[in-house]
């Protein structure tokens, strides 16, 4: 996935930033407990391993709650100039339809 940065000197997209942030701090808050999938052959082009997380209870991976509320998009190593276009239709999205709140069932 690719979510907007929180480190950024662009405040519109810092805001975006956050919020997918926040998001990811409210369902694994320190201490809680996630199962990290990972497959050691796949890498991204920096060569760092690639894996996704799943919040205990939940059938879901935290990758997929964060597209389906539109906090990020997905990524496969493209170049990420083309995924301008997809991040501004999540920030419309999000503008008329604030997230979920989220659950420890979520």
Known sequence: ID???SR???VVEKKYGQMSKQYVQSRCPV????????????????GRILGNIRVQGSETT?????LQRHLCVPYA??????????H???????????????TNAD
């Open 88 to 102: 501004l239709l999540n920030r419309a999205r999000l503008d008329t339809t604030p997230p979920p709140a989220t």
């Open 8 to 10: 950024t000197r662009d």
């Open 3 to 5: 979510a907007p940065e």
């Open 62 to 66: 935290l990758a997929d709650e964060m």
């Open 31 to 46: 201490g809680s407990s996630v199962t990290l999938i990972v497959d050691s052959a796949r890498k991204d082009k920096f």
């Open 77 to 86: 190593g493209a170049n990420k100039s083309l995924l301008k276009d997809q």
